[in-house]
């Protein structure tokens, strides 16, 4: 097996308490990163025409994670944040130094997903919900996690943000698709940015990944478009968020890599 050289890192991911979030934080504890678990503690408040798509854990959530992580022999903590609010960001990083005194490499996978989210019936709220999350506060957390970097004087650092493949085109999830669009260019003109800090920027693009939230009759009808012909799993994207983080992927920066079994190449 190849060593990500993982051993000790500290990880920042957001919205590590579920899905695909949860799956990429035990997968850096299974490499002995220290982890830092960040929740979401109340479920957003959304307009009543809208319905909120997520499977929301809170508190609950992290804590199971944290203590099956520490079950195992590996170091976590919990730390709540709001991130509609852009105050709670250097808090989160002050709340995370305090333990394991620097972010080595940070995660941005807490997205806002909400329906109907088509040009018939968005509005404001709907538009800047998404945005706040998907793309204000992923840019912000790198921005305090660059700033750390540099004052920390430390010359090593790994970004990886949490897309989906049909960013670029992504009909019926208007303003989702395009806050994760965003995010994407962010990530191109960042890692151009602060290559010479040594910290690299990359992004991940999963394709239909199965967190529940699936039925079979739209796996059934989702299937056919996928060249290698399964549902994700969310270990696929796991697997590759770890290897950005690793030393194996050191001058690899800027990229938007799909993990989608071919899914919307």
Known sequence: MINPKLKNKTVLITGSNTGIGKH???SFAEQGANIIIHFLGEKPQIEE?????????????????????????????CVEADLMDSNHIPKLF??????????????????????????FEVTAGNI???FNVNTRAAVLLISEFVKRKKRHRDSWGRIINISTDAAQNFANQISYGAS?????????????EVGHLGITVNTVAPGPVQTGWMT??????????IP???????KDIADVV????????????????????????
Do not use: Y
């Open 128 to 130: 800047d919900r998404h």
């Open 180 to 192: 994760k669009a965003a995010m994407e260019a962010f990530t191109r003109s960042i890692a151009c």
């Open 49 to 77: 025409s809208f319905s909120l798509e997520i499977n929301f854990s809170g508190k609950e959530g992290a804590i199971e994670i944290k203590d099956a992580i520490i079950k195992d022999g590996g170091n976590a903590i």
């Open 24 to 26: 990429i934080t035990l």
């Open 216 to 225: 079979p009759e739209l796996v059934e009808q989702v299937i056919p478009n």
């Open 242 to 265: 770890v290897f950005l983080a690793s030393e194996q992927a050191g001058w690899l920066t800027g990229q938007v890599i799909k993990v989608s079994g071919g899914h919307n190449l």
């Open 228 to 234: 290698l012909g399964r549902i994700g799993r969310p």
């Open 94 to 119: 002050d709340d995370s130094e305090r333990v394991f005194e620097r972010v080595d490499i940070l995660v941005n996978n807490a997205a806002h997903c909400e329906l109907p989210d088509n040009i």
